[in-house]
DNA sequence: CCTGCTTTGTCCTGTCAGTGGAAAAAGTTG
DNA sequence: CAACTTTTTCCACTGACAGGACAAAGCAGG
């Protein structure tokens, strides 16, 4: 099937899909009261975004007093495709033009196997997703990696963790698999937009993202917009030292964040106090298991198992600091934490909150929030679909 | 005198405006280069402008192989004032339409003598630069105080070191005083404006502009723009924690970096290694001036000094540590370092940059400049010039 | 069902910003 | 002085857009 070709001919166009998938089906009288265009001029650009088969009449709205408006909604046939990469797994999502979730599947991979095991099982999925029906093609795709992009061309560069990948042309790849427009992003990155189109962080303009997974990264907000810095690494505070001499960490440096508190640093820890008898509970778990991860710890916690929470507590100390730091510097609005940290729930955000809130000067943290994401896993895919629809619903 | 009061009628002519202002006189021809307008449209904004007064006519430029072109440049009349209050001292300047500084004078001035005391102050430094003869009136003032700024009304919030300040319509008040248009920011932010206006962060889109004077700051610049945060506080990194557990501060925290070394701290180390005996330099500056600044540090440093030498030293780790994770955290594309302490020169310098290379990952560090400000003490001057102005040559 | 009022959609004209070509004006080079 | 450039002015043409007039559609109340 041919996908999409239209693109929006100007600002106006493009401002108009955009309400439209924000806001969801619309009568053209409340395009108007959100647009600044007179009546005339409004209809046009309707008429053309009618023609080109981006948007579609969908009925008569209610009425507001006197004669009902026409809804017009995007193409229900729009599809983006959302993918995300993670150190361990794998997310892959449709959603439709407004960016609600049509079908969603996940599978643990190593992102170490390399960029084309990766891709290949990345396709699989999509054409999964697709032959369960939800799609006949996909009209673009955004991809997010566990590592720095060099934004503009959609390359992986000098990924830490994901050796193999540095300079495999992600974008330029996908694209042609697929047949579509791909943008390519930091997971990270993606996760705050996730969170900024659907979930904590509508309506804040500056904010902090900080994904705690098997790594430790943070998505910047500035004015509404993703800052990825002057070589697509910002973010990467998993590195900043959180403890003067601390444990030696895989970057060659002592003390890193990441290396005191993060998924993988959890379940080192974990796995050690288990073996020193210092918790039945997290002992059990690993007899069973074989290995432990984040989520046992959260269970075990959950169960009241105090070596656990101190974990969770500790680590949370740390992760604090570095965020209360990072709230002098930026003084944000809002402070979502997420990722597949985010099991641990509360003990974890009040050991974040209490240190932010000790150590930042109250000016910066007077009113501001800090909470755990809303979108869990869908952040990073739903982020992905946001970033390749803000690069279509832009002007040609 | 009457003053300017037009203003640029659209965005073309604040775009022409702007123009003339960084690339000084300049032919019509030039201008076409620069713009991206037809030549018709150009000569009619060019003819607009000349009418309100804000641009003359310049002679003729030299000829680039056929007729010569006719200049034109920013009224030379106009002037505008630029205040940086800073904890001890208060600068003032007139720069002209290109942001020349045309005078300059500081005086001493402890800030914490309230706003009423300061403005009287500053006040008659202005009259006196005025009847200097460099002004006969100004057509816009910028301010900076050394604490957080309520940016769109002017006017300081909860100001750590400046009581008596908070709430203190300060923009209001000036503008009334002096007859003209005032903006207000923080001193900081004036820096990194002043040097990115003429100074060493041209051309830089995002970067970083580390100010340590009495206490330190951060000027943070995102695609070109300040950022100031949610409540005006953003780059306020003196209390970040540098030491765990390190010496009280009077924010109520310990080990904050402001504690362990600024302008205040450096002078506190030094009086405490003199009467310790361990600097024979040290304590005879102190000897015969009763006090120790960062002066006499920069002094004894210079004449070889060890314990001075350390103390910088120190100091700039302490400083390169915190810097380092605001660079793994933001990755700007450069770090300037101002303020009172410059005089530590390359001693502070190189403590800096060995931890901040050291310490953040090859990526954000590979191709970043950290350097000295080029401008000294009227970085903050231009800076505030420089923010009047840009208010100014703005479409009304 | 009919009347008056409101909202919505369409049509049309006037205005204004802006482009691009033509030609005049002013210089340069040989 | 002739041929060629560059700059400037002039002018007609285009397209974007606002806003008014009017028709269509719906509501409320008699």
């Given at each position: 099937m041919r996908r999409m070709t239209a693109r929006p001919a100007n600002a106006h166009q493009a401002r108009l899909l955009r309400l439209l998938r924000d806001g969801g089906p619309n009568s053209r009288a409340q395009l108007g009261d959100q647009i600044d265009l007179?009546?005339?001029?409004?209809?046009?650009?309707?008429?053309?975004?009618?023609?080109?088969?981006?948007?579609?009449a969908d009925g008569l709205a209610a009425s507001r007093g006197g004669r009902r408006?026409?809804?017009?909604?995007?193409?229900?046939?729009?599809?983006?495709?959302?993918?995300?990469?993670?150190a361990t797994s794998i997310d892959v999502a449709v959603t439709n033009a407004e960016l609600e979730v049509l079908g969603h599947i996940n599978q643990p991979m190593d992102v170490r196997e390399g960029p084309v095991a990766?891709?290949?099982?990345?396709?699989?999925m999509a054409a999964k997703l697709r032959a369960s029906g939800l799609a006949e093609g996909f009209d673009g795709a955004g991809i997010g990696v566990p590592g720095p992009v060099r934004f503009p061309e959609g390359v992986p560069v000098a990924p830490p963790i994901?050796?193999?990948?540095?300079?495999?042309?992600?974008?330029e790849a996908l694209s042609q698999e697929l047949g579509c427009p791909v943008m390519v992003d930091n997971d990270v990155?993606?996760?705050?937009?996730?969170?900024?189109?659907?979930?904590?962080?509508r309506s804040v303009g500056d904010f902090l993202c900080v994904k705690i997974g098997t790594g430790i990264g943070c998505g910047?907000?500035?004015?509404?917009?993703?800052?990825?810095?002057?070589t697509g690494s910002a973010g990467d505070i998993g590195h900043i030292q959180a403890v003067p001499d601390g444990r030696p960490c895989a970057c060659g440096n002592r003390g890193c964040l990441e290396a005191h508190f993060s998924g993988a640093a959890l379940a080192r820890d974990a796995v050690e106090a288990a073996q020193q008898g210092l918790s039945a509970e997290l002992a059990a778990r690993l007899e069973t298991n074989g290995a432990l991860s984040a989520v046992d710890v959260a269970?075990?916690?959950?169960?009241?198992?105090?070596?656990?929470?101190?974990?969770?507590?500790?680590?949370?100390?740390?992760?604090?600091?570095?965020i209360a730091g990072l709230v002098s510097f930026f003084n944000p609005?809002?402070?979502?934490?997420?990722?597949?940290?985010?099991?641990?729930?509360?003990?974890l955000l009040a050991a974040i909150r209490t240190q932010v809130y000790r150590q930042s000067l109250p000016l910066a943290t007077g009113n501001l929030p800090i909470v755990l994401g809303e979108l869990g896993p869908t952040a990073g895919v739903i982020g992905a679909a946001r970033l390749i629809s803000d690069h279509l619903f832009s002007p040609a």
């Open positions: 007179s009546r005339s001029k409004l209809a046009v650009e309707v008429e053309r975004l009618l023609e080109t088969g981006l948007v579609v408006s026409h809804n017009i909604r995007l193409a229900p046939a729009l599809r983006f495709l959302g993918v995300d990469i993670g990766v891709f290949e099982q990345v396709l699989s994901m050796p193999g990948w540095d300079g495999f042309p992600v974008r990155n993606l996760m705050a937009m996730g969170e900024q189109h659907a979930g904590v962080a910047i907000v500035v004015g509404g917009e993703v800052h990825r810095g002057t269970a075990a916690a959950a169960a009241g198992d105090a070596t656990a929470l101190d974990l969770i507590r500790e680590g949370g100390n740390r992760t604090g600091q570095v609005g809002l402070v979502v934490i997420g990722g597949g940290v985010t099991g641990l729930g509360h003990t």
